[in-house]
């Protein structure tokens, strides 16, 4: 007889997201397919770009601060020429007429957008001034003034050779990083106008290619775990990761149920014993193999900053 799930389901998918649709939008229709009322990604991607975008379900919606920060790596192409309001390929045409660089200049511009650099955010982003969207304000005709800010590139090559005046890279990036304001600085650098053409992300912190699925997959896997009867069938929820998948670079500990019952009261927590180990920063906390709570190790004690909740799992 087949199982009916009516639990929720906590954990991470990795979408391989299409071009054309929002990140909320995809969200919107994972929450839909999961039967979830607690969803979201970690890192926007623009309408126009596709590929890695990590959703978190339920009680791992509680990690999703730790994979926004982690290292992205994204494919593009920059079209050489053109500039556009949007910088790229969907905004309408503000500067043209450049040339289109050769290859040997655009290596020897690349070490300028490599390590912490100064970058001011295209005007159409989500960041916000005066407590809206400088999107909106742009989007409304508004001029809108954005400061350079640092973020951190960690390398930026050339993947191809030119043709066509588009240039195809690799990006390996911090948070915060745009690759679009990348395209217009660069070909300011190299005394042309740029936008990008094509942009998609393949990998975000532990997550990359081989881990992503499609809109389309998961609609079919759904289709065919339907005699299930359960609301969300096994076919689905075998997609989903747990949520430690999002912390693969903070130390696992284990501890005892009485050290669990202490962590869901918010109580501080000592690792007793002679081989305890003397935590200093964030570690996972875990029982029986079920993560229980992101602690911080300080002055011997280990403190709770994030619960989960998984006992209905």
């Given at each position: 007889?087949?199982?009916?799930?009516?639990?929720?389901?906590?954990?991470?998918?990795?979408?391989?997201?299409?071009?054309?649709?929002?990140?909320?939008?995809?969200?919107?229709?994972?929450?839909?397919?999961?039967?979830?009322?607690?969803?979201?990604?970690?890192?926007?991607?623009?309408?126009?770009?596709?590929?890695?975008?990590?959703?978190?379900?339920?009680?791992?919606?509680?990690?999703?601060?730790?994979?926004?920060?982690?290292?992205?790596?994204?494919?593009?192409?920059?079209?050489?020429?053109?500039?556009?309001?949007?910088?790229?390929?969907?905004?309408?045409?503000?500067?043209?007429?450049?040339?289109?660089?050769?290859?040997?200049?655009?290596?020897?511009?690349?070490?300028?957008?490599?390590?912490?650099?100064?970058?001011?955010?295209?005007?159409?982003?989500?960041?916000?001034?005066?407590?809206?969207?400088?999107?909106?304000?742009?989007?409304?005709?508004?001029?809108?003034?954005?400061?350079?800010?640092?973020?951190?590139?960690?390398?930026?090559?050339?993947?191809?050779?030119?043709?066509?005046?588009?240039?195809?890279?690799?990006?390996?990036?911090?948070?915060?990083?745009?690759?679009?304001?990348?395209?217009?600085?660069?070909?300011?650098?190299?005394?042309?106008?740029?936008?990008?053409?094509?942009?998609?992300?393949?990998?975000?912190?532990?997550?990359?290619?081989?881990?992503?699925?499609?809109?389309?997959?998961?609609?079919?896997?759904?289709?065919?775990?339907?005699?299930?009867?359960?609301?969300?069938?096994?076919?689905?929820?075998?997609?989903?990761?747990?949520?430690?998948?999002?912390?693969?670079?903070?130390?696992?500990?284990?501890?005892?149920?009485?050290?669990?019952?202490?962590?869901?009261?918010?109580?501080?927590?000592?690792?007793?014993?002679?081989?305890?180990?003397i935590v200093s920063g964030r570690c996972l906390l875990s029982c029986r193999g079920k993560p229980v709570a992101i602690g911080r190790g300080e002055a011997g004690l280990i403190k709770?900053?994030?619960?989960?909740?998984?006992?209905?799992?």
């Amino acid at each position: 007889m087949s199982r009916k799930r009516t639990s929720p389901v906590h954990g991470w998918l990795v979408l391989d997201k299409p071009e054309g649709m929002t990140s909320t939008a995809a969200v919107g229709r994972l929450k839909r397919l999961y039967s979830s009322r607690k969803a979201g990604h970690a890192g926007t991607l623009d309408p126009l770009a596709s590929g890695c975008l990590p959703v978190a379900f339920g009680e791992a919606t509680k990690t999703v601060p730790f994979l926004v920060d982690a290292q992205k790596t994204y494919r593009f192409s920059v079209r050489w020429g053109i500039e556009t309001e949007t910088l790229d390929r969907e905004g309408r045409v503000t500067r043209e007429g450049g040339p289109v660089p050769d290859d040997a200049a655009i290596d020897a511009a690349l070490p300028r957008f490599v390590g912490e650099i100064d970058q001011v955010p295209p005007a159409y982003s989500a960041i916000l001034v005066d407590g809206e969207r400088a999107y909106d304000l742009a989007r409304a005709g508004e001029t809108v003034e954005l400061k350079a800010r640092p973020v951190r590139t960690f390398s930026l090559e050339r993947v191809g050779p030119t043709e066509d005046a588009e240039t195809p890279f690799e990006c390996v990036c911090g948070k915060g990083t745009y690759i679009r304001a990348i395209a217009r600085d660069l070909a300011e650098v190299l005394g042309t106008q740029g936008h990008i053409s094509a942009l998609r992300r393949e990998a975000v912190g532990p997550f990359g290619l081989s881990d992503m699925i499609s809109l389309e997959k998961l609609e079919e896997l759904r289709h065919k775990g339907a005699n299930q009867g359960g609301p969300v069938p096994d076919t689905l929820v075998n997609c989903i990761r747990g949520l430690e998948t999002a912390l693969d670079d903070i130390p696992a500990l284990a501890v005892t149920e009485a050290d669990v019952t202490r962590l869901r009261n918010g109580q501080a927590i000592i690792l007793k014993g002679r081989d305890a180990p003397i935590v200093s920063g964030r570690c996972l906390l875990s029982c029986r193999g079920k993560p229980v709570a992101i602690g911080r190790g300080e002055a011997g004690l280990i403190k709770p900053e994030r619960v989960f909740n998984l006992s209905g799992s």
